[in-house]
């Protein structure tokens, strides 16, 4: 029921939305792939805007090998290795490009999704960089966003191939990446996809407050990223930067400098997912948690005050709690009565943890600790407690206490000692639950 309503808070926030979908081409030849194409038509059936852009790499590889055509790549800066497009090769890379990108469309054909190849792209060439000639290898000029749009308010899909036109119609080989990257700016895309066979992002070396954070991994995975972070893997892995050594590690840093670059450019999201995963890119925009990771420039997470509309998800959280005993029985109506106590940690606009902080002159007391059992292991009831220890102190108070009868161990974890009766204010003692037995944990601020 829970996944159900997510779905729904999702579809309502995004749809009419644009969002591009960078398919690296190894994702092409997965058992998973027709569910992906699948769900892509799905998707533009019901309202999204898709553009898609095919990496073709390695099948340009293979044609270009056929055809006694050796691969010649130069080191780039913001690509790692940049492919060099000469004359005679061309034709080769336009066949190749133009064949993958094909294969989308067919595919999307078998869905019921009518989708268009276009040439939207106007590219220029490369030009000589430090002493080698790029040749026919271009970079992106500009997104022909007019006709795109035009297509994507048809309900039609738009599939770009990593080949740019000049203004005289000269082709250049341009990096899938930039085109996905410049068609997420220019078409003011909310989302961009980067689509992977691999899960790479495990490959990096992670900074080591990055890999002790209980809300950015969970299940041998990162579920999310700032673009501060993203940058301090970036900076620590970048003596792997254009080797080659380890692939999973090149194409990790790759698509870390394009989620980077989307931020920067203004796309709120970039999601990293595995393509090979059933159902990968549905769970990634319908759940909160997801299914790969999400480089987020808005914000994504905030503790904020209760809004009385967070009421019936509050109880929906806390009723398993209050029928074991481990949480005091609280209704709508007692709640809203002390609605400025309480504060929520929501993601994506939905609380999912909360905690209050009712104030008996110079103590406080936390209660009401709360977490979502989806969000159990992510650390946010320690974040909420935390930040009204930080609140409590702002106040003033020279304490902080808890009444607990199954957490104690968690709040020592947390810095807290137990203690007795006494310490409780004479007006909280009137209103205790002698029944429960709490024991009582304090937290000395001064």
């Known amino acids: 029921m829970d996944l159900i309503r997510e779905a729904f808070h999702y579809q309502s926030r995004f749809a009419g939305s644009t969002m591009v979908f960078k398919i690296d081409f190894p994702v092409t030849a997965e058992g998973s792939f027709p569910s992906l194409i699948k769900d892509l038509a799905l998707l533009a059936r019901t309202g999204f805007r898709v553009v898609i852009v095919p990496g073709a790499k390695e099948w340009i590889d293979l044609v270009l090998a056929e055809n006694s055509i050796v691969s010649r790549y130069a080191p780039s800066a913001a690509h790692g290795q940049i492919r060099i497009t000469g004359e005679g090769a061309m034709p080769f890379v336009e066949m190749a490009s133009f064949h993958v990108a094909t294969r989308f469309m067919t595919a999307l054909s078998a869905n019921h999704c009518d989708s268009v190849i276009g040439n939207f792209v106007r590219a220029r060439g490369l030009g000589v960089l430090k002493g080698i000639d790029m040749e026919n290898t271009g970079r992106v000029e500009k997104i022909l966003t007019k006709p795109i749009r035009k297509i994507l308010n048809s309900e039609m899909a738009v599939i770009l191939p990593c080949i740019g036109w000049g203004a005289s119609g000269k082709p250049y080989n341009v990096p899938s990446d930039e085109i996905a990257l410049a068609a997420a700016e220019s078409l003011g895309a909310v989302k961009l996809f980067v689509v992977s066979a691999e899960k790479n992002l495990l490959a990096l ?32 892995n970048k003596a792997e930067m254009g080797k080659g050594k380890d692939p999973a590690a090149a194409r990790a840093l790759a698509e870390l400098r394009l989620a980077l670059g989307a931020s920067k450019a203004g796309v709120e999201r970039i999601h990293i997912i595995d393509g090979r995963e059933e159902g990968a890119v549905l769970r990634e925009l319908f759940s909160n948690l997801g299914s790969g990771t999400m480089v987020y420039a808005d914000e994504y ?99 902080v206490f808890a009444l607990t009868t199954q957490t104690q161990d968690w709040f020592e974890t947390l810095g807290f000692k137990e203690v007795g009766p006494e310490i409780l204010p004479e007006e909280r003692k009137k209103t205790c639950h002698r029944k429960r037995k709490s024991k009582i944990y304090a937290l000395e601020l001064r």
């Not at 890999?211 to 893997?233: C, D, F, T, V």
């Not at 904020?304 to 959280?317: A, G």
Request: net charge positive; hydrophobic share 40%.
């Open 301 to 399: 997470e905030a503790i904020r005050p209760l809004k009385t509309q967070d009421i019936p998800d509050l109880l929906r959280i806390m009723e398993p709690l209050m029928q074991q005993g481990i949480l005091v029985n609280r209704s709508a109506e007692e709640i809203l009565e002390k609605k400025d106590d309480y504060w929520v940690l929501g993601i994506d606009g939905q609380a999912h943890a909360c905690g209050a902080l009712h104030q008996w002159k110079e103590q406080g007391e936390i209660a009401a600790v709360v977490v979502d059992s989806a969000y159990a292991d992510m650390g946010l009831g320690s974040r909420i407690v935390r930040f009204l220890i930080n609140k409590a102190s702002g106040k003033g108070l020279r304490q």
């Open 205 to 236: 070396r992670l900074p080591p407050d990055q890999s002790k954070k209980p809300a950015a991994k969970i299940a041998e995975r990162i579920i999310r990223l700032k673009p501060k972070e993203a940058e301090a893997i970036l900076k620590l």
